[in-house]
């Protein structure tokens, strides 16, 4: 059965914008690999000289990138500048770091800022395979910083069927780590380092060989076997260790039935564990992303460096405008992904009604959702939490700060790129406030 | 378990002598661990101090057998230190810490510990000795590491095609591929072991950054019994999955046969072999050494046939200072270990299999435990000529009897006097005649 199908491959009629010309040879449209990679091979020439590297980008983030090292005397015949000898590249896709249907750009780029996009790929790999009912399965909070995802680990960790590694003091990320271990070997520029070893003193020379490409081990069927079965084999290696971790800090006679940890929304992880774990649940954590903007900027003041993202952008209007609306609109195209299978959670209700939304919450997770045991939970949750957490009316004053904090122009910026995100999450747009204000 | 250990101790640090001052600088000093440490992790803190006169620390080394462990930098807060010497600029930010994985180290090891000054000068501070539990080894039922430790134009690639051709053995492809899937996954334990990468998940750096997994600041879980979970029966764990790994790949490659051994090269710098050694309980290993003159020669030519230095030839600046580093560093190795009892470690010598093959192989399989009658013996050889017979672009001399003492008519006569003055002992260890 493959694990990879190619659905369709889109390239410009018509080249221009800096380039002679471009093509991207393999895959075709209807192509299917038998193991978690594939390749894509092609070439471009740009009018102003060599380029500098092809980048493969998911959702508008890197996955694989190569330099243009594969010589193209073809090429070169046909167009005679002397770049033209090495216009081809070779990139090799991992399918263990892309969503099971997926949709890949592919971006030149050269000197001086120079980048054109020269395809669109679009496909389909299989899941990885679910194993391990036996297994703690991940409960995963899909959210942003700064939206009261640390009470809600802490509440649920409360649950006696569940477990999370000492909330207040740590952000554990032991399901991150190891499906990231599993990203990394399942790239052939790291498996194939074990049939052709680079330089052994160089650190990490296991794990990161861009120049490894299928074909170098001279053995396609035991290539084949590194890229498919071997794969799966090193996720059920990872699938336990993060069991064997929460076993052991859960300490207790009875197995939990969850492991509580938070996720961010750009991350794959969640969709890998969702696969690995048949039994995984996923919440997704939303606060007014007004509020979660107050909050950022006056966390960020009071630690004196900047935070959840906001260093990679000049000002808090640009912020809004990037970080937190992709952020916003990623959970949103999640919610609608999952559908019944995801549970929405605001902090808002969290905060206001929390018998109501933990008896939600437990219902969906199949637990005992009784009066008495929501108000078990909740007061576990109250009684062990840290003094700074524990204040619900200073929590319940912050909601709606964004109408004191923000100032017009970050309001209005809100309004903009926000308003309509906010409206899906069930919260007031900011025009309409600013209106009624 | 090693001498000095205790029931329950992982790592124990039995001596530390530290340098103290001297024209270089005012002092420093090895705070943690102390003599006489015994740590239930397989992760060692060492914690200090050093504080230069004149020329200031760039950073402090760690080093293990010469070999550079750890590179940390001086940036730690000392208040103590700044009131002791009140008059010296960085005095206050005097301190060191760092982290290392202790199954980089053999069983029985020493730290040292160098400051390098700006101007490049190397002073060392101090030293540490110790020793580290073996990790538990397997039941025995795997396919077992016959470890073919060897510098490289030693004829290894030949002896593990002969050794491959035995039907009790299993190796990838030996004459077009160099597989080091053993290494792989044991250097893949040994970076996933270290603390800074074990801390990763509690204290991740930043999830965009590729291979975050692997580095963390390297500060404490504060958890101490979930540190020293993660730190000793964790990696025991982990050690055991990659040993699956391991016998999943040779399986595979063996199909329906059910091989004994799966052979594979080993550098004499590299800890695999003492970690497989300690992981499987059938391990074993075999020397191979050839004339280190013939080595060195066969070395220069196959650098030159691909136009671009390797077997450590570009550390070393010219072919004299070759010798005298990284080739002397490795035939002192090979000695050490043919030395060392604990390793069991069997000696072969090219010079035998090129002129003798098949009762040199016969006394190899025998010593291995593997059938060694004179029919296998001489199939084994006859399927390996096979393999071997095109090899052209393996090869810097067209006869591979005849590339025996190559050395007095290929190497020019001042290096040969080198050869003579750096090897000739353990030459003479290895039974070939020094000039």
Redesign the interface.
Same mark, same amino acid.
């Given at each position: 059965m493959a694990l990879v199908e190619i659905k369709r491959v889109e390239q410009p009629d018509a080249v221009g914008g800096g380039l002679l010309g471009c093509r991207l040879d393999r895959p075709k449209s209807a192509a299917r690999s038998d193991t978690y990679s594939f390749e894509l091979v092609g070439w471009a020439l740009s009018e102003a000289g060599p380029l500098a590297k092809v980048e493969v980008l998911q959702e508008g983030r890197l996955v694989a990138e190569a330099e243009f090292d594969d010589p193209r005397p073809d090429i070169a015949t046909a167009f005679p500048v002397a770049h033209a000898e090495r216009a081809g590249f070779r990139v090799s896709v991992s399918a263990v770091d892309l969503r099971q249907e997926f949709a890949l750009d592919l971006v030149v780029r050269g000197p001086e800022g120079f980048h054109a996009k020269i395809a669109e790929v679009t496909g389909e790999r299989a899941p990885l395979p679910a194993a391990g009912e036996d297994l703690i399965q991940p409960l995963i909070v899909n959210t942003i910083g700064r939206s009261g995802s640390t009470w809600l680990v802490w509440l649920l960790s409360c649950l006696p069927e569940a477990v999370a590694f000492s909330p207040w003091a740590r952000d554990a990320r032991v399901g991150t780590y190891w499906t990231s271990v599993l990203q990394g070997l399942a790239r052939p520029q790291s498996y194939l380092a074990q049939l052709v070893p680079g330089p052994l003193e160089q650190p990490t020379w296991w794990l990161d060989r861009p120049d490894l490409r299928p074909g170098v081990g001279g053995d396609k069927e035991l290539e084949a076997w590194l890229g498919d079965e071997a794969i799966e084999s090193v996720a059920g290696f990872c699938q336990s260790r993060i069991d064997a971790f929460y076993a052991r800090v859960a300490d207790s006679a009875e197995r939990p039935g969850y492991f509580v940890e938070k996720y961010m929304p750009y991350q794959l992880t969640p969709d890998l564990l969702a696969e690995l774990y048949p039994g995984s649940r996923e919440i997704i954590l939303v606060r007014d992303f007004r509020d979660m903007l107050c909050s950022v900027i006056a966390f960020n003041r009071k630690r004196g460096w900047e935070g959840f993202g906001r260093a990679d952008v000049a000002s808090d209007e640009e912020y809004v405008q990037t970080t937190v609306a992709n952020s916003a609109r990623r959970l949103l195209r999640r919610l609608r992904e999952q559908g019944e299978a995801a549970h929405l959670v605001r902090y808002e209700d969290l905060i206001q009604k929390p018998e109501e939304t933990l008896a939600a919450m437990m219902a969906y997770l199949g637990l005992d959702p009784s009066e008495e045991a929501v108000a078990e939970t909740l007061a576990r949750a109250e009684a062990n939490s840290l003094e700074s957490h524990r204040t619900t009316d200073k929590a319940s004053a912050s909601i709606g700060r964004w109408q004191r904090d923000l100032s017009p122009e970050l309001a209005q910026v809100c309004a903009e790129v926000l308003d309509p995100v906010l409206t899906e999450f069930g919260y007031e747009p900011t025009l309409a406030l600013a209106s009624e204000g | 378990m090693a001498a000095g250990m205790t029931e329950t101790g992982l790592v124990s640090i039995e001596t530390i002598a530290n340098n103290g001052a001297s024209d270089y600088v005012h002092g420093g000093n090895v705070d943690t661990p102390r003599e006489g440490y015994s740590g239930d992790s397989y992760g060692l803190t060492i914690e200090g101090w050093v504080l230069s006169r004149q020329i200031p620390v760039e950073h402090v080394e760690v080093l293990h057998e010469e070999r550079p462990l750890a590179v940390v930098e001086v940036d730690q807060e000392r208040p103590d230190i700044a009131a002791g010497f009140p008059e010296v600029e960085g005095a206050s930010r005097s301190g060191y810490r760092t982290t290392i994985s202790t199954l980089k180290l053999s069983n029985s090891f020493e730290l040292v510990l160098r400051a390098k000054l700006v101007d490049g000068t190397r002073l060392p501070l101090a030293s540490l000795r110790g020793q580290r539990r073996s990790l538990p080894a397997s039941g025995g039922e795997e396919i077992q590491p016959l470890m073919v430790n060897t510098i490289g134009r030693s004829g290894s690639t030949l002896l593990v095609t002969l050794l491959s051709s035995h039907p009790d053995v299993v190796a990838?492809?030996p004459f077009?591929?160099?597989?080091?899937?053993s290494?792989?996954w044991v250097?893949?334990l040994q970076? /996933?072991s270290e603390p800074a990468s074990l801390l990763?998940?509690?204290?991740?750096p930043d999830?965009e950054l590729?291979?975050?997994? /692997?580095s963390s600041a390297g500060g404490e879980?504060?958890?101490p019994e979930?540190e020293r979970?993660?730190g000793g029966e964790?990696v025991e764990?982990?050690a055991g999955?990659c040993r699956?790994?391991i016998e999943?790949?040779y399986r595979? /490659?063996a199909e329906q046969s059910r091989p004994r051994f799966f052979v594979e090269k080993y550098?004499p710098h590299?800890t695999v072999p003492d970690l497989l050694a300690e992981m499987y309980s059938g391990a074993r290993e075999v020397i191979l050494v050839r004339d280190f003159r013939d080595t060195l020669c066969s070395v220069i030519a196959f650098n030159r046939k691909r136009g671009w230095d390797a077997f450590g030839r570009a550390e070393g600046g010219d072919d004299a200072e070759y010798v005298r580093g990284p080739l002397r560093q490795s035939v002192a190795t090979l000695a050490g270990r043919l030395q060392n009892q604990s390793t069991g470690a069997l000696l072969v010598r090219y010079e035998d299999l090129i002129l003798n093959p098949e009762p040199a192989l016969a006394e190899l399989f025998a010593a291995l435990g593997l059938a060694a009658d004179e029919d296998l013996v001489g199939e084994t050889v006859a399927l390996a000529q096979q393999s071997t017979a095109s090899m052209d672009h393996h090869r810097t001399t067209s006869d591979p009897a005849a590339s025996i003492g190559r050395w007095r008519k290929d190497l020019p006569e001042e290096i040969a006097a080198v050869c003579n003055d750096e090897l000739g002992s353990l030459l003479a260890e290895f039974g070939y005649e020094a000039s």
């Open positions: - | 990838f492809s077009i591929k160099d597989a080091r899937v290494t792989y250097n893949l970076d /996933l990763a998940p509690f204290d991740p999830l590729p291979h975050w997994w /692997l879980l504060g958890e979930v979970w993660l964790g764990s982990l999955l699956g790994q999943a790949f595979h /490659l550098l590299q």
